[in-house]
């Protein structure tokens, strides 16, 4: 039953279709099929999921669950790293063509796209506004490691002026920020109406309210911030959390062990950044951590993959399998698993 090519099944390696998902997991579970039963699913050839057996050309065996995810996510990690550099670039054309035109006689007028914010007033005043209006939904992404108390308390009236509405809430951090007590305390209080989840790594700051209008920083001391409510600029902010939200890990769960003994979860980030060639500094403001910090983290690298240079290091990274980002993904029939 040649023949039923890509055409006929028109998905990936994640979205398997019925056949397809029973004949990869009988594979999986016997550790090979015979040739003849995988006629008919021929996308399991065209995907790379199935391939012949070198002893035994009248049968089949399965690529590793482990490695087809690792595929998968490299793909998803690259997606989300372009949509963060388009957002960067968003933010810079705005900028720029904002400063081309005549001064808005009133900025607050309404119905305006996108408006400057510029001072902590005004833009404490705009989030006031913001919330309330809001009522159905607030998405926040909160970059930076351990969030200070002070900022917590600063959002607290406006959470459970939200929370009292029956607003629902999902936040995302880095996972630096799980060691903070304060934030812990705020999950708590909060209850069922915040949902938060962590990266290795997040974008600045990013503040969406009923999915209609965003907020995010317009320089590096947030003094100024950007509200946008162009509807096709806050739907590709919606876009891009989402997509960062499905690689996220609850703050409830424990982080996916490296399975590399004497190597923590942040070591394997770190790693994983100085494998792209970032320097310490760079390295620390992603992850949320300081420069003293992250360095004492590469020191135990290097202490525990027994490198001598940073120019081995990187070696030696890339020898054990530290140079990509991990996750977790479960795909059709499977169990989630970390991908390593």
Request: glycine residues 8%.
């Amino acid at each position: 039953m040649a023949g039923h090519g890509t055409d006929e099944h028109p998905h990936g390696a994640d979205r398997l279709c019925e056949a397809g998902d029973r004949v990869y997991s009988r594979a999986v579970r016997r550790g090979r099929v015979r040739r003849q039963d995988a006629e008919s699913v021929q996308c399991l050839l065209e995907l790379a999921l199935l391939h012949p057996d070198p002893d035994d050309m009248d049968w089949l065996v399965p690529t590793s669950p482990q490695e087809v995810m690792t595929r998968l996510l490299r793909g998803v990690y690259d997606e989300v790293s372009a949509s963060q550099r388009r957002v960067g670039s968003a933010v810079a054309a705005v900028e720029r063509f904002a400063g081309l035109g005549p001064r808005q006689s009133s900025p607050s007028a309404e119905g305006t796209s996108i408006r400057v914010l510029d001072g902590l007033s005004r833009i404490q005043a705009a989030m006031d506004e913001a919330t309330d209006a809001c009522t159905t939904e607030v998405l926040t992404v909160q970059p930076g490691g351990i969030r200070p108390e002070h900022e917590l308390t600063e959002g607290l009236h406006r959470a459970l002026s939200l929370r009292g509405r029956g607003v629902r809430m999902r936040d995302l951090y880095t996972h630096v920020a799980r060691h903070g007590q304060g934030l812990l305390n705020y999950l708590e209080l909060m209850g069922d109406a915040v949902q938060a989840r962590t990266l290795d790594e997040v974008i600045d700051r990013l503040i969406l309210f009923d999915r209609a209008v965003a907020f995010i920083p317009a320089n590096a001391d947030r003094t100024l911030a950007l509200e946008l409510r162009h509807p096709a600029l806050v739907e590709y902010l919606v876009t891009v959390f989402e997509r960062l939200w499905r690689l996220a890990i609850p703050v409830t769960a424990p982080l996916p062990d490296t399975g590399i003994e004497g190597i923590s979860h942040r070591e394997q980030s770190i790693a994983a950044l100085l494998a792209e060639g970032h320097q310490d500094a760079v390295i620390a403001e992603r992850l949320g951590i300081s420069v003293r910090t992250c360095r004492a983290h590469i020191a135990r690298l290097s202490e525990t993959l027994g490198a001598a240079s940073r120019t081995q290091l990187g070696v030696r990274i890339a020898q054990v399998g530290l140079n990509s980002p991990s996750h977790s993904l479960t795909l059709p029939g499977q169990e989630s698993r970390t991908v390593r």
